[in-house]
């Protein structure tokens, strides 16, 4: 049973780590460089996303969650019901809910709308100039802030997270 706790928590903690930095490196590097970029900036985005950016942080986060949800379920069923009103497991409910929002906003705001502005970018070059062409500009930028917010609220989300499972033990 130790060996399962230390490899379930080494499991959580690495990869909550990358998909916390990935995030923060995300909206505070990447991001910025891809819109200041202007149109050469969809090109990074492009190859970002072939890279499987977009498949393999879900797959991390969902994995870490996995994993929290394992250490939670055993602190809690080892702990009996005290567990659950006791400071700890007070931080570890809120650090494991701002995780579970993160993910879903993630995956919901921040992938969808990275996915449509991705499909929808080559088309732009075909339409012609005028209202059709500004049109799909302004739709595929809408489309990037809405992922970039969505982005900062997992960021967010994810520091509290941290924050919480960082302190839990000591409260």
């Known amino acids: 049973m130790q060996a399962l706790l230390v490899a379930l928590r080494l499991l959580h903690i690495v990869l909550g780590v990358f998909w916390t930095g990935a995030m923060f ?6 991001a910025p460089s891809i819109r200041d970029a202007g149109p050469d900036g969809m090109k990074v985005a492009q190859q970002i996303i072939r890279r499987g950016y977009l498949n393999i942080l879900p797959a991390i986060a969902g994995l870490t969650i996995l994993a929290g949800l394992t250490l939670y379920w055993l602190d809690a069923r080892a702990m009996r019901s005290a567990w659950w009103t006791s400071g700890t497991g007070q931080a ?9 929002v993160a993910f879903t906003v993630g995956l919901l705001v921040v992938r969808r709308s990275m996915l449509r502005a991705m499909a929808l970018g080559p088309t732009v070059p075909q339409l012609a100039e005028g209202a059709d062409r500004q049109a799909r500009v302004a739709q595929i930028d809408g489309l990037r802030a809405r992922a970039t917010r969505g982005a900062q609220w997992v960021a967010g989300l994810l520091l509290v997270a ?3 499972m960082a302190i839990a033990r000591y409260l």
Request: avoid cysteine; charge should be neutral; glycine fraction near 12%.
């Open 25 to 30: 490196f995300w909206i505070t590097f990447v």
């Open 92 to 100: 570890f409910s809120v650090g494991g809910l701002a995780a579970l």
């Open 162 to 164: 941290v924050a919480a």
